[in-house]
């Protein structure tokens, strides 16, 4: 069965009305900035992350073969044995002690036969935690699910606006401290990272949606528990602006050239420079890492994986670029519904 018969397990929808928000921060990494009044306009946004059972029946009704499901080109991969390039995903793996906190290599392994049916890899599977966000899919999985559904991914602008649930410019999107009155959020790394993870409420990795508080707008795990996809190209400076226009298909006018940037993601080093025109050939030829050959989108909301001493990104502002062929452990998504 096709069509909307078949969605009826999707997310309810919350309405965010249109409004205007400071976004961006220059508090921690300097890819967030620079602050600036951005407008939303007026949307619906799913109540929580996409779930391994959601991507289930999506499957089920179209066949989609995940990204993670199919052996790497070789041609992303020069020089690498022909041996490893079969399908799989990037897994995260506790360490067993300390280690340098810029040796990322050290905690992610590339494991043949991950994905998100079996996300530790062969012998695995999702039985048990059907109600936790979907993870190992890469853009074009989420993109394909959205459009099945009916819907979109949101842009950077939208998510972060979402996110702060009316608020207004504090540090986190329920406030100034980490953890009101002792109560934990959200799903971050309580611990020691990346060795000792203590369990958030007694989570390790993702937890099930809806199991941290929700913000002002009623949305959960917009902050924590998977880093989320947007259909931003992730550029930095004033370019922002354009990269997100484009991503809701407005176009929009020339932007100032900014000076070059570099900037590491959560899972692995990754850079970026600038752009003076938003033209959207220009724009994803930028966003491409050195090196690599797949355009970069801006992840938005943090992980599990977030600790202060390593990824202090659960705050609404915090935003990490991934190549969008990228499957990994702490990587979902949601969908949003705009006004035709």
Same mark, same amino acid.
């Given at each position: 069965?096709?069509?909307?018969?078949?969605?009826?397990?999707?997310?309810?929808?919350?309405?965010?009305?249109?409004?205007?928000?400071?976004?961006? *921060? #220059? $508090?921690?990494?300097? @890819?967030?900035?620079? +602050?600036?009044?951005?407008?939303? =306009? %007026?949307? !619906?946004?799913? &109540?929580?992350?996409?779930?391994?059972?959601?991507?289930?029946?999506?499957?089920?009704?179209?066949?989609?073969?995940?990204?993670?499901?199919?052996?790497?080109?070789?041609?992303?991969?020069?020089?690498?044995?022909?041996?490893?390039?079969?399908?799989?995903?990037?897994?995260?793996?506790?360490?067993?002690?300390?280690?340098?906190?810029?040796?990322?290599?050290?905690?992610?392994?590339?494991?043949?036969?991950?994905?998100?049916?079996?996300?530790?890899?062969?012998?695995? *599977? #999702? $039985?048990?935690?059907? @109600?936790?966000?979907? +993870?190992?899919?890469?853009?074009? =999985? %989420?993109? !394909?699910?959205? &459009?099945?559904?009916?819907?979109?991914?949101?842009?950077?602008?939208?998510?972060?606006?979402?996110?702060?649930?009316?608020?207004?410019?504090?540090?986190?999107?329920?406030?100034?401290?980490?953890?009101?009155?002792?109560?934990?959020?959200?799903?971050?790394?309580?611990?020691?990272?990346?060795?000792?993870?203590?369990?958030?409420?007694?989570?390790?990795?993702?937890?099930?949606?809806?199991?941290?508080?929700?913000?002002?707008?009623?949305?959960?795990?917009?902050?924590?528990?998977?880093?989320?996809?947007?259909?931003?190209?992730?550029?930095?400076?004033?370019?922002? =602006? %354009?990269?997100?226009?484009?991503?809701?298909?407005?176009?929009?006018?020339?932007?100032?050239?900014?000076?070059?940037?570099?900037?590491?993601?959560?899972?692995?080093?990754?850079?970026?420079?600038?752009?003076?025109?938003?033209?959207?050939?220009?724009?994803?030829?930028?966003?491409?890492?050195?090196?690599?050959?797949?355009?970069?989108?801006?992840?938005?909301?943090?992980?599990?994986?977030?600790?202060?001493?390593?990824?202090?990104?659960?705050?609404?502002?915090?935003?990490?670029?991934?190549?969008?062929?990228?499957?990994?452990?702490?990587?979902?998504?949601?969908?949003?519904?705009?006004?035709?």
């Amino acid at each position: 069965m096709t069509g909307p018969e078949a969605r009826g397990g999707l997310t309810g929808l919350v309405d965010v009305p249109a409004g205007s928000f400071r976004m961006g *921060s #220059t $508090d921690f990494y300097p @890819e967030e900035g620079p +602050v600036r009044e951005v407008r939303v =306009d %007026a949307f !619906a946004v799913e &109540r929580h992350p996409v779930t391994n059972a959601q991507f289930a029946a999506f499957v089920a009704d179209t066949g989609h073969v995940t990204v993670a499901e199919q052996a790497p080109d070789p041609a992303d991969f020069p020089g690498a044995d022909p041996a490893l390039l079969v399908p799989g995903g990037l897994v995260f793996t506790p360490t067993p002690g300390p280690v340098p906190l810029d040796r990322w290599d050290l905690w992610w392994r590339w494991q043949p036969g991950a994905c998100w049916r079996t996300p530790q890899g062969p012998g695995s *599977s #999702t $039985d048990g935690i059907e @109600e936790h966000p979907v +993870v190992l899919v890469a853009y074009d =999985d %989420a993109l !394909a699910y959205a &459009r099945w559904a009916g819907r979109d991914l949101p842009t950077e602008a939208e998510h972060e606006y979402a996110a702060r649930g009316g608020g207004g410019t504090s540090t986190y999107a329920w406030g100034e401290e980490r953890t009101p009155g002792g109560r934990l959020m959200a799903n971050t790394w309580q611990g020691r990272f990346p060795y000792r993870n203590d369990g958030a409420d007694g989570w390790r990795g993702t937890s099930p949606v809806g199991a941290f508080p929700a913000n002002g707008y009623g949305l959960h795990d917009l902050v924590g528990n998977v880093w989320e996809w947007t259909r931003t190209l992730f550029l930095t400076g004033a370019d922002r =602006d %354009a990269a997100d226009e484009l991503a809701r298909g407005d176009g929009g006018g020339p932007a100032p050239v900014a000076e070059a940037a570099a900037v590491s993601s959560c899972c692995a080093p990754d850079r970026s420079t600038m752009v003076a025109a938003p033209d959207l050939q220009a724009l994803t030829e930028r966003s491409v890492a050195p090196g690599e050959r797949h355009p970069r989108r801006v992840l938005k909301g943090g992980s599990h994986l977030c600790a202060p001493e390593y990824c202090l990104r659960y705050r609404p502002p915090a935003r990490s670029p991934q190549s969008e062929d990228s499957a990994t452990t702490h990587l979902g998504f949601r969908c949003v519904l705009r006004a035709a």
